[in-house]
């Protein structure tokens, strides 16, 4: 049992869930069993992810395409309308314009909110319950 599975069968709400599954960067090998875990999992991973990488290193000139389709997916329609916008022009002038409107630089704690609220009502109950 890794620590995701451990998560899954432990863990009642999505902020502690969020929380342990945010142990991924100390268990790197867990990336390679991703694949067995629906996409929601694989979807808070990668929301965890694109969070750490613009923590520490703001907008990078490259597409964020991919955290687009996930934040679109859950339901994270604000942080990934300005991701959209800056796919649009990758452009240093526009990288400071769109990361002064991200979450990490404005409510923060809202934006997890509303990843927790995901995880409660659309997908996590329901995978416990097919899980167990």
């Not at 997908?123 to 899980?131: G, M, P, V």
């Amino acid at each position: 049992m890794n620590f995701i599975d451990h998560a899954i069968s432990e863990i009642t709400n999505g902020e502690d869930f969020v929380q342990a599954i945010t142990d991924i960067y100390e268990y790197p090998e867990v990336r390679g069993e991703l694949e067995k875990y629906p996409l929601w999992i694989k979807n808070i991973i990668a929301v965890i992810d694109c969070d750490t990488e613009l923590g520490m290193d703001g907008l990078d000139l490259k597409s964020y395409a991919d955290a687009v389709k996930v934040f679109d997916e859950i339901g994270l329609i604000e942080e990934a309308e300005v991701l959209r916008d800056y796919d649009n022009d990758i452009s240093e002038e526009n990288a400071d314009k769109c990361y002064e409107r991200l979450a990490i630089n404005n409510d923060y704690d809202a934006f997890w909110d509303k990843v927790y609220v995901c995880i409660d009502k659309n997908t996590y109950n329901k995978y416990l319950e097919e899980y167990a």
